[in-house]
């Protein structure tokens, strides 16, 4: 494993006086949506990673990071602690990225990518890897792993969220072109933004495609996120995707004898499913 690469380790401007978690929290929020907005295509969910390291957006958003180290992770509750983590990651994602010396094909191409670029939050680092699987997650296991990333009497298990919504995972951005869109959430739009973002995610990347359904590997990996089988995903998405997709999640349930509930496996034999994920860096 690589050594972790702290980038928040700066001192905070001289001058600047000390933040609430909260007021971090919400000036993140805006420098996030000056970044997005002036460096992000909303169309094509590309990011301008070359032109973003050298603006003065960047740079603002560098030293607001300084301050996480104040930040008391445990004094966010509810929709702002979810609200600040999913925006933290997608912060992480593009810093680190930005950070790199040459822009890599992909994220993979970087030695563990997900754990070693860390931002410090208080007495804890938090690498892209704490923040999905410790934190938004409640330290479910890895899946490249399957054993959890916060070990048995870790602090930071203390943050964890205690019922994980599965709809992170469509507002959670890696760097990669399979990505969701990199959207900015506060406690106030954290459900309709959640909700917004998986209809989108979903509904664009679902598809029937020569008689077989096109699925992204994200829902694969994370399984266990959204039900006990392959049938019980697919019922959770049928609500989230086109009218062609739901037909065809209808047609493939009743092929596979689905009677309305979690019935193991043998329903997914049936089912022509083509899992995807297009790991190409998301840059312009």
Not at 160 to 183: E, Y
Not at 273 to 284: G, R
């Amino acid at each position: 494993m690589s050594r972790v690469k702290i980038l928040n380790s700066d001192d905070v401007p001289a001058g600047g006086t000390k933040m609430s978690a909260l007021e971090v929290s919400q000036n993140l929020q805006k420098a996030m949506l000056r970044m997005t907005g002036k460096f992000l295509n909303e169309t094509t969910g590309l990011v301008d990673y070359e032109q973003l390291k050298d603006s003065s957006e960047y740079k603002e958003y560098r030293a607001l990071a300084c301050r996480l180290k104040d930040v008391d992770p445990g004094s966010l509750k509810g929709r702002e602690h979810m609200a600040f983590f999913i925006n933290l990651y997608n912060a992480l994602t593009m810093d680190s990225i930005a950070q790199l010396d040459t822009m890599p094909a992909s994220t993979l191409e970087v030695c563990d990518f997900w754990s070693c670029h860390a931002y410090i939050l208080g007495p804890y680092h938090y690498t892209l890897d704490h923040i999905e699987h410790g934190v938004l997650r409640g330290n479910r296991a890895h899946p490249s792993t399957n054993t959890p990333v916060l070990g048995p009497g870790d602090p930071q298990l203390a943050f964890t969220c205690a019922t994980p919504d599965p709809r992170i995972h469509f507002a959670l951005n890696c760097g990669a072109k399979s990505c969701p869109r990199v959207r900015v959430y506060t406690e106030v739009n954290l459900e309709s933004g959640l909700e917004a973002a998986t209809y989108s995610y979903l509904g664009q990347e679902v598809k029937v495609e020569d008689g077989r359904l096109k699925v992204p590997q994200i829902l694969e990996w994370y399984l266990q996120d959204f039900a006990s089988d392959m049938t019980g995903m697919l019922r959770w998405i049928q609500k989230y995707v086109g009218e062609a997709e739901r037909r065809a999640i209808d047609n493939m349930l009743t092929a596979g004898g689905d009677s309305g509930g979690d019935s193991g496996d043998k329903e997914t034999t049936e089912m022509p499913m083509d899992f995807f994920y297009d790991w190409s860096l998301n840059a312009v």
